[in-house]
C-alpha cells in the first residue's frame, strides 16, 4: 500500500515537473529537469522492489463482486502500469545518456549519489546519437500518452467502486475505507 501511493505521488510529481520545464527554455530547464530525473530514477527502483513483492507475495483475492471482464481488465491494467512504471524511467535514462550535455551534467540523484550513464549510448558518434536520443525520446513521450490513458482509467474503475458498487474495492489501497470486519 505504501508502495502505491509513493510511486503514485512520484509519478504524478514528475509529469507536473515535465509540464513545468516544457514551457521553459535555456538554462532555466535544467534544474526541474534534473530533479525529474531523480524522481523517475526513484520510481524505477521503487518499482522494481513493488514488482518482486508482488511476485513473491500474492494480493489478497478480490471481492466476488468483481465479474470476470473487471478481473481481466484490472489484470491488463496492472501490466501496462508496469510497463509505464518501469519503461518510463529506462527511456528516460537511455535518452538522456544519448544526449551530448550528459558529460558536462550527469546524473546525480538528488545532487547527492551519481547515477551512472548508459555508456555504449554516451560513446556513439554525433549523428547515431541524435539518431538514438529522438528515438527514445518518442518512446518516453508514447509511454506518458499511455501513463495518462491509465491513470484517467485506473480512477475511474476506484471512483465507481467506491461510490456506485460500493464493495470494499477501494479498502484494498484505502485502510479507513476499510469495512470493519465482523
Ligand atoms: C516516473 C518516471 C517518469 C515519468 C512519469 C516521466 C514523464 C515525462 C513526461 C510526461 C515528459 C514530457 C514528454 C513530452 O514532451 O511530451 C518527460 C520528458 C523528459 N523526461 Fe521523463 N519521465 C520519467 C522518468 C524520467 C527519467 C528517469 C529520466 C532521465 C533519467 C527522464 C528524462 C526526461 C527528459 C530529459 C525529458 C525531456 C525530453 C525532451 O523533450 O527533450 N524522465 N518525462
Do not use: C
Request: proline residues 9%.
Amino acid at each position: 500500500m505504501s508502495l502505491h501511493w509513493l510511486i503514485a505521488a512520484l509519478i504524478i510529481t514528475n509529469i507536473g515537473l515535465a509540464w513545468y520545464f516544457n514551457s521553459l527554455t535555456g538554462l532555466p530547464k535544467i534544474p526541474p529537469i534534473q530533479l525529474h530525473k531523480s524522481i523517475g530514477i526513484t520510481v524505477l527502483l521503487l518499482s522494481l522492489a513493488r514488482l518482486a513483492w508482488r511476485l513473491t507475495v500474492p494480493p489478497p483475492p478480490l471481492p466476488d463482486s468483481v465479474s470476470g471482464w473487471q478481473r481481466i481488465a484490472a489484470a491488463a491494467v496492472y501490466v501496462l502500469f508496469y510497463a509505464v512504471m518501469i519503461g518510463m524511467p529506462l527511456s528516460g535514462w537511455a535518452l538522456s545518456s544519448a544526449s551530448a550535455i550528459i558529460r558536462f551534467k550527469p546524473i546525480i540523484l538528488f545532487g547527492v549519489v551519481h547515477w551512472p550513464t548508459i555508456t555504449p549510448l554516451a560513446d556513439l558518434p554525433p549523428a547515431e546519437m541524435k539518431q538514438a536520443h529522438d528515438g527514445f525520446t518518442t518512446v518516453h513521450q508514447l509511454l506518458a500518452l499511455l501513463a495518462y490513458a491509465l491513470i484517467a482509467l485506473h480512477v475511474a474503475a476506484a471512483l465507481r467502486h467506491l461510490l456506485l458498487l460500493k464493495d470494499g474495492v477501494m479498502g484494498r489501497m484505502v485502510p479507513f475505507l476499510r469495512a470493519p470486519a465482523t
